[in-house]
Protein backbone atom coordinates (compact mmCIF):
# COMPACT_ATOMS: atom_id res chain seq x y z
CA UNK A 1 0.00 0.00 0.00
CA UNK A 2 1.44 2.93 -0.96
CA UNK A 3 2.05 6.13 1.48
CA UNK A 4 0.70 9.61 0.85
CA UNK A 5 3.65 11.94 0.50
CA UNK A 6 3.25 13.86 3.69
CA UNK A 7 2.33 11.09 6.15
CA UNK A 8 6.08 9.60 4.77
CA UNK A 9 7.65 13.02 5.49
CA UNK A 10 6.38 13.32 9.08
CA UNK A 11 7.16 9.91 9.90
CA UNK A 12 11.01 10.53 8.92
CA UNK A 13 10.86 13.22 10.63
CA UNK A 14 9.87 11.44 13.81
CA UNK A 15 13.28 9.51 13.57
CA UNK A 16 15.74 10.38 15.81
CA UNK A 17 18.27 9.98 13.11
CA UNK A 18 16.59 12.49 11.05
CA UNK A 19 16.65 14.76 13.97
CA UNK A 20 20.35 14.90 14.48
CA UNK A 21 21.27 15.20 10.86
CA UNK A 22 21.57 18.69 9.82
CA UNK A 23 20.61 19.19 6.14
CA UNK A 24 22.17 22.06 3.92
CA UNK A 25 20.06 23.07 0.53
CA UNK A 26 21.68 26.04 -1.59
CA UNK A 27 20.25 29.06 -1.35
CA UNK A 28 20.53 29.50 -5.06
CA UNK A 29 18.76 26.53 -5.72
CA UNK A 30 15.74 27.27 -3.12
CA UNK A 31 15.60 30.83 -5.28
CA UNK A 32 15.44 29.14 -8.91
CA UNK A 33 12.44 27.39 -7.56
CA UNK A 34 10.57 29.58 -4.95
CA UNK A 35 11.72 33.05 -7.03
CA UNK A 36 11.90 31.73 -11.02
CA UNK A 37 10.25 28.22 -11.54
CA UNK A 38 7.54 28.70 -9.38
CA UNK A 39 6.47 32.04 -10.86
CA UNK A 40 7.14 31.41 -14.12
CA UNK A 41 4.84 28.06 -13.90
CA UNK A 42 1.94 30.40 -12.25
CA UNK A 43 2.25 33.74 -13.36
CA UNK A 44 0.11 36.48 -12.71
CA UNK A 45 -1.69 34.17 -10.08
CA UNK A 46 1.35 33.21 -8.22
CA UNK A 47 0.58 35.09 -5.18
CA UNK A 48 -3.20 34.07 -4.86
CA UNK A 49 -1.82 29.97 -5.78
CA UNK A 50 0.66 30.16 -3.20
CA UNK A 51 -0.98 31.39 -0.24
CA UNK A 52 -3.28 28.07 -1.16
CA UNK A 53 -1.01 26.16 -1.59
CA UNK A 54 0.48 27.45 1.64
CA UNK A 55 -3.16 26.42 3.39
CA UNK A 56 -2.99 23.09 2.29
CA UNK A 57 0.96 22.40 3.38
CA UNK A 58 -0.83 23.51 6.73
CA UNK A 59 -3.40 21.09 6.61
CA UNK A 60 -0.62 18.33 5.68
CA UNK A 61 1.24 19.38 8.76
CA UNK A 62 -0.87 20.38 11.84
CA UNK A 63 1.34 21.44 14.34
CA UNK A 64 0.23 22.46 18.28
CA UNK A 65 0.87 26.01 19.46
CA UNK A 66 2.96 28.93 18.45
CA UNK A 67 5.87 27.08 19.32
CA UNK A 68 5.69 24.25 17.24
CA UNK A 69 5.23 26.98 14.08
CA UNK A 70 7.74 28.89 15.24
CA UNK A 71 10.24 25.64 14.60
CA UNK A 72 8.37 24.43 11.52
CA UNK A 73 9.29 27.92 9.98
CA UNK A 74 13.02 27.31 10.97
CA UNK A 75 13.03 23.75 9.61
CA UNK A 76 11.55 24.36 6.56
CA UNK A 77 14.10 27.20 5.92
CA UNK A 78 12.03 29.34 5.41
CA UNK A 79 13.39 31.83 8.26
CA UNK A 80 13.04 33.13 11.88
CA UNK A 81 9.58 33.48 13.14
CA UNK A 82 8.51 35.83 16.18
CA UNK A 83 5.65 37.12 18.08
CA UNK A 84 5.30 40.55 18.10
CA UNK A 85 2.22 41.21 19.42
CA UNK A 86 -0.70 38.96 20.38
CA UNK A 87 -4.93 40.26 21.26
CA UNK A 88 -7.88 38.04 21.28
CA UNK A 89 -8.51 38.61 18.04
CA UNK A 90 -5.22 39.42 15.80
CA UNK A 91 -1.49 38.00 15.84
CA UNK A 92 1.52 40.14 14.26
CA UNK A 93 4.71 37.82 14.15
CA UNK A 94 8.20 39.30 12.38
CA UNK A 95 10.09 36.86 9.69
CA UNK A 96 13.37 37.46 9.82
CA UNK A 97 16.73 35.85 8.90
CA UNK A 98 19.58 35.22 5.77
CA UNK A 99 17.59 33.67 3.60
CA UNK A 100 14.84 36.72 4.20
CA UNK A 101 17.23 39.23 3.62
CA UNK A 102 18.70 37.27 0.61
CA UNK A 103 15.21 37.33 -1.13
CA UNK A 104 14.52 41.00 -0.56
CA UNK A 105 17.72 42.07 -2.16
CA UNK A 106 17.96 39.80 -4.81
CA UNK A 107 14.08 39.66 -5.88
CA UNK A 108 12.91 43.54 -5.46
CA UNK A 109 9.10 41.63 -6.62
CA UNK A 110 9.39 38.84 -4.13
CA UNK A 111 6.29 38.01 -2.35
CA UNK A 112 5.71 35.76 1.15
CA UNK A 113 2.25 34.26 0.30
CA UNK A 114 3.37 30.75 1.07
CA UNK A 115 4.17 31.35 4.34
CA UNK A 116 1.04 33.68 4.83
CA UNK A 117 -1.39 30.82 3.73
CA UNK A 118 0.66 28.00 6.10
CA UNK A 119 0.17 30.88 9.16
CA UNK A 120 -3.47 31.57 8.21
CA UNK A 121 -4.25 27.60 7.84
CA UNK A 122 -2.25 27.03 11.25
CA UNK A 123 -4.15 29.21 13.41
CA UNK A 124 -8.00 28.01 11.99
CA UNK A 125 -6.92 24.97 12.81
CA UNK A 126 -5.54 25.79 16.16
CA UNK A 127 -7.99 28.15 17.25
CA UNK A 128 -11.14 27.01 15.25
CA UNK A 129 -11.81 30.26 13.87
CA UNK A 130 -11.48 31.64 10.50
CA UNK A 131 -8.31 32.70 9.83
CA UNK A 132 -6.40 35.16 7.28
CA UNK A 133 -2.98 36.57 7.21
CA UNK A 134 -1.43 39.86 5.53
CA UNK A 135 2.13 40.27 4.76
CA UNK A 136 3.90 43.77 5.11
CA UNK A 137 7.26 43.84 3.36
CA UNK A 138 9.88 45.65 5.47
CA UNK A 139 12.77 46.03 2.73
CA UNK A 140 14.74 48.69 4.94
CA UNK A 141 14.43 46.49 7.88
CA UNK A 142 15.19 43.13 6.25
CA UNK A 143 12.13 41.50 7.70
CA UNK A 144 8.29 40.39 6.80
CA UNK A 145 5.81 41.41 9.09
CA UNK A 146 2.61 38.94 9.43
CA UNK A 147 -0.78 40.15 10.64
CA UNK A 148 -3.12 36.84 11.52
CA UNK A 149 -6.85 37.67 12.44
CA UNK A 150 -9.25 35.76 13.08
CA UNK A 151 -13.18 36.39 14.33
CA UNK A 152 -14.60 34.36 17.32
CA UNK A 153 -17.86 35.12 15.94
CA UNK A 154 -17.08 32.69 12.69
CA UNK A 155 -16.35 29.38 13.43
CA UNK A 156 -14.89 26.42 11.84
Not at 38 to 50: H, M
Request: charged letters at 30%.
Amino acid sequence: MKKNIAAAIEEEIQTEEFQTEEFKVPAFGYELIREVLLNDILGKDSNQILYWAGKQLARKFPLNGDQEVIEFFQSAGWGNLEILKYTKHQMELSLTGEIISRRLDLHPDCHFQLEAGFLAEQFSLQKKFLSESTEEIKRRAKKVIFTIQWDPRDPI
